[in-house]
């Protein structure tokens, strides 16, 4: 590999595709120049979008475009063959170059879009400066998915509601790295009628726009799969005295969104309850096909608190959860017959023998968010019941300001555990995750999530490590228990080279960038829990840490952080390169990271064994005076980056996390 986006070599063709393919040979010492092309397809006109596609990228490296079938023989010819009979997996495509031109054979409309969006990748690869002469090796590609269903689901609800815009443009990267189906996570911002005093200050998704993100998604082979939690996450509507009879507890119950006791999970003793999902239901499935997926939620229920107590004691939680679920799977089948339930599978593992009694076409979703996280025991049990599910890892983003690189490659696929310059160690500890053990046992689909927990704090290209390795993983499960190297670097250089050929595009250099802040938390040296000490600091700063004794950081370890956040924003400040909403994005993560860092060296030496809040009197009156005005200036830049990407709804909510941190340091 020459650059991050420079030429590479045949032979390392297949480290460079994105994701890779199952099977790819090439001949290096042959090739076919393209000057001027002709597209052919025997069905008669191509498929719209593949066809603009690839006629757009055809443009953008100056190859000249002909429509006469019969042109002069200096024309490659593109052949197009769609046969359902050829291929035995959905999604199937065949990718030829050779001396007669360029063939695709697809078994559907979606093999189609990712066949041409590979020959798009080979393209960018072996001309990424869109010369006028382009080469492409004689190749041969058979392709097929790992997992039938390779889905991106992004949290909408805490607080960011992103933009039309950004939803397009997520769209349109999701469809290039071939992930099929998409998830907006709902508890309250989607603008069911009659129900605006829930909805009224969030910029929710409309109806119209709904069907116009499904009209876009379709396009490109994407399913966009409706969202709506439905028994626990509800106190955004429980909250409200319009609903709060719905309530399993109506006094309100601690859990962890809230600083305060809210209502938090309906009464599934109530048939109200029923009457109310239903209502919902019915308008958020009228923006899709009735040939569906949904996503009901269901995770993290609290039962046994309030109006469920005397079930819960006499037939145990378990029941009284699956009694409910029940009872909403059969709503749907009578009113919506041809959805098929999606539901989050945390509470229903923690009863294994309630399994078998689950419904036979509802899908389990099984996720965990941690490299250790045990897929195999999990997925095992759910095949061994013959219930479908997906494996669920995610980016690891959330809960972290930057991210936490390490952890997400280790939860979405495999990894040893070696975090860099930290004082925990966790050598020779192999954690084969959702891609390796999903694979194994069966799992129909593969769902990389995106959370935005406690006011979603972390900007739009933390996740992007993500998102990238979800799409290599899903689709080729194979390579997650491999190594991906190109001429023998190492995985964190693939995957930075792979981020900016691929993701940052325009914004080069920006891959090595983002991995740094994204593992800004391993130098820390603090390991918790689906968060970052640094994040945790800032986020309940002056309240008690609860943090262990053995997780609490060294000064040493913390000013490592320090100057290695420091060089990240070094080489930002003197980037001029790419998508100018990418870099200050950047930027401002950078930022965010390098006050936290400051703040953890000002505040921790005060903590007694991680359980008492210390005294902000303790903190210096210089020191306090430079962090509030250094956070002073981070706000006004927050709320721009914000509104970069997201409606204004929500932003108030995650922005009063940081000015109640300011107001606690003046």
Not at 231 to 252: N, S, V
Not at 266 to 272: A, I, K, V, Y
Not at 342 to 370: C, M, N, R, T
Request: hydrophobic content about 40%; glycine content about 6%; some cysteine.
């Amino acid at each position: 590999l020459m650059s991050s986006q420079g030429p590479v070599e045949a032979s390392d063709l297949l480290c460079c595709l994105v994701p890779s393919p199952q099977h790819l040979r090439v001949d290096p010492t042959s090739s076919v120049s393209l000057s001027s092309v002709a597209l052919r397809y025997d069905g008669g006109a191509w498929p719209p979008f593949p066809y603009k596609t690839l006629t757009d990228a055809f443009r953008s490296h100056n190859i000249k475009l002909h429509t006469d079938v019969e042109s002069e023989a200096d024309v490659v010819s593109v052949y197009l063959i769609v046969n359902e009979s050829l291929f035995a997996i959905p999604e199937s495509y065949n990718l030829t170059i050779d001396k007669r031109g360029i063939s695709i054979l697809s078994r559907d409309q979606a093999g189609v879009m990712h066949a041409v969006f590979t020959l798009c990748q080979i393209m960018d690869i072996v001309d990424p400066n869109t010369g006028t002469d382009v080469s492409l090796p004689f190749l041969r590609i058979r392709d097929f998915p790992s997992f039938r269903y390779r889905g991106f689901m992004l949290d909408i609800s805490r607080d960011k509601v992103p933009t039309m815009e950004t939803l397009y443009y997520l769209v349109d990267m999701l469809a290039y790295l071939k992930y099929n189906e998409l998830q907006l996570y709902t508890e309250h911002t989607f603008a069911y009628e009659g129900h605006e005093t829930v909805w009224s200050d969030s910029s929710p998704i409309t109806p119209d726009q709904m069907r116009d993100l499904h009209a876009y998604c379709s396009l490109r082979a994407i399913t966009l799969v409706p969202n709506q939690n439905s028994f626990g996450h509800l106190h955004r509507w429980l909250k409200h005295a319009k609903y709060t009879h719905l309530a399993e507890h109506e006094g309100g119950v601690r859990h962890p969104f809230s600083p305060v006791p809210e209502p938090y999970c309906l009464d599934p003793l109530d048939p109200m309850s029923l009457s109310f999902l239903g209502g919902l239901y019915d308008q958020m499935l009228a923006c899709v096909p009735p040939q569906t997926r949904f996503n009901i939620g269901f995770d993290e229920v609290e039962l046994g608190l309030g109006k469920t107590k005397k079930a819960s004691e006499e037939h145990g939680e378990g029941h009284v959860y699956l009694d409910f679920l029940l009872k909403v799977y059969n709503l749907l089948k009578h009113s919506h017959p041809g959805v098929t339930p999606q539901f989050w599978g945390d509470i229903i593992l923690q009863h294994p023998s309630l399994v078998p009694d689950l419904p036979k076409d509802a899908i389990v979703l099984e996720w965990g968010y941690e490299a250790s996280h045990p897929f195999d025991k999990n997925s095992h049990a759910l095949a061994d019941a013959a219930i479908p599910f997906y494996v669920c890892p995610g980016t690891s983003s959330w809960n972290s300001i930057g991210g936490r690189v390490h952890n997400a490659l280790g939860n979405l696929r495999w990894v040893t555990l070696l975090p860099l310059g930290s004082n925990f160690q966790f050598e020779g500890i192999y954690y084969r995750s959702a891609a390796v053990h999903g694979n194994a046992h069966g799992a129909l689909g593969y769902l990389v999530t995106d959370w935005g927990d406690h006011g979603h704090w972390q900007t739009l290209p933390v996740s992007f490590p993500g998102i990238l390795l979800g799409a290599q993983f899903s689709w080729n499960a194979n390579t997650a228990s491999e190594t991906l190297t190109i001429n023998k670097q190492d995985e964190y250089n693939w995957l930075a080279n792979a981020l900016d050929r691929h993701v940052f595009k325009e914004s080069a250099n920006m891959g090595e960038i983002v991995l740094a802040l994204g593992n800004a938390y391993l130098k820390a040296g603090s390991y918790m829990s689906n968060q970052s000490i640094l994040w945790r600091i800032m986020m309940f700063f002056g309240d008690r840490p609860n943090i262990p004794q053995t997780s609490l950081p060294t000064l040493d370890d913390l000013q490592s952080a320090l100057d290695f956040v420091a060089d990240a924003q070094s080489r930002l400040s003197s980037s001029s390169n790419g998508n100018v909403i990418v870099l200050e994005e950047l930027k401002l993560t950078a930022d965010m990271l390098h006050f936290a860092c400051r703040l953890a060296i000002a505040y921790l030496p005060h903590v007694h064994n991680g359980e008492h809040a210390p005294s902000l009197s303790s903190l210096g009156t210089e020191e306090r005076a430079s962090l509030t005005d250094t956070l002073a200036s981070l706000i006004p830049r927050y709320t721009t980056v914000w509104l970069s990407r997201n409606r204004e709804g929500g932003m108030s909510d995650s922005v009063a996390r940081l000015r109640r941190l300011r107001s606690l340091l003046e």
